[in-house]
């Protein structure tokens, strides 16, 4: 019975982690368009879910739990367009470092490893109603 009730813990902390990320992966789609009004300004800045494994002193299991939302680093592509208000000298404007086919995948993942940590539920609950029923 310990055993269920650590797997649980376990796949619930999986499910709370992924949904973390699927939040920041649709912030970053929301914000893929987002860019300075004035020049010298930066657009909207991609970030990342980190995760780290913690021990539950009370059920005594590793659980993974979000570390840190970063920003992603990378370099801002640059678009000409002279009319826009943010753009440069030269007349471009850095543009957000948000690939949507890179979140679209990110969220794929977010999205099958929390079905994967709902399905360990289901199979625990299922075989805790077995076992219920046998003892019947």
Same mark, same amino acid.
């Given at each position: 019975m310990d055993d269920m %009730?650590?797997?649980l813990h376990i796949a619930a902390s999986g499910m709370r982690a992924q949904g973390a990320r699927l939040?920041?992966?649709?912030?970053?789609? #929301?914000? #893929?368009e987002s860019m300075a009004d004035a020049p010298g300004g930066q657009p909207y800045r991609r970030r990342v879910v980190t995760f780290d494994s913690a021990l539950d002193k009370a059920i005594g299991a590793t659980t993974v739990k979000v570390g840190d939302v970063v920003p992603d680093r990378s370099v801002f592509p640059k678009q000409f367009d002279p009319s826009h208000p943010a753009a440069d000298a030269d007349g471009y404007v850095?543009?957000?470092?948000?690939?949507? %086919?890179?979140?679209? #995948?990110?969220?794929?993942?977010?999205?099958?490893?929390?079905? #994967?940590? %709902?399905?360990?539920?289901r199979a625990a609950r299922t075989m805790l109603q077995d076992t219920i029923e046998v003892l019947r």
């Open positions: %009730l650590k797997t939040r920041v992966v649709a912030e970053n789609i #929301a914000n #893929a850095q543009t957000p470092n948000v690939n949507p %086919l890179i979140e679209m #995948a990110d969220m794929r993942e977010a999205q099958r490893s929390y079905e #994967a940590n %709902l399905n360990t539920i």
